[in-house]
């Protein structure tokens, strides 16, 4: 049996990145800063819950028909841990074992309830990935 191992820098309780977010938006820029739809199709949808105690979840889907070959689903779960302006998520659990162990450094504005991540895609070309998220619930200040 696995152990999952603790955050190497645990959150601090009542971070205002704890709490409930649902995806808004999920899209690609070019190096030229175009914007292009995300792996996921032009209307995604998909959950992110931020745990106090530094553990994390993030569950996407399509919700448009998907051609053969389109992604539909992606999903992992791990720890994570804010530094300033930025956020580390370790992966644990993937559905690609390349995936686990990995830490996923996202850029992250904050503004309320409204937090957009950047990061780098995992896959396909190396685009700059945009995520939206909306606060649903279970924050600092529910």
Do not use: K
């Amino acid at each position: 049996m696995r152990t999952v191992p603790r955050p190497t820098t645990p959150s601090v309780s009542g971070d205002e990145l704890a709490g409930v977010w649902r995806l808004v938006s999920y899209h690609d820029l070019d190096e030229h800063g175009a914007r292009h739809p995300g792996p996921l199709g032009l209307a995604p949808d998909g959950l992110l819950f931020y745990a106090p105690d530094g553990h994390l979840s993030v569950t996407m889907m399509r919700t448009s028909a998907a051609q053969p070959g389109d992604q539909t689903f992606n999903s992992y779960a791990g720890t994570w841990r804010r530094e300033g302006d930025r956020v580390t998520h370790t992966i644990h659990l993937a559905p690609d074992p390349a995936w686990v162990g990995t830490e996923q450094i996202r850029e992250l504005a904050l503004e309320g309830d409204r937090l957009r991540l950047y990061g780098t895609a995992l896959i396909g070309p190396p685009r700059r990935r945009v995520l939206e998220w909306h606060r649903i619930g279970w924050g600092v200040a529910d």
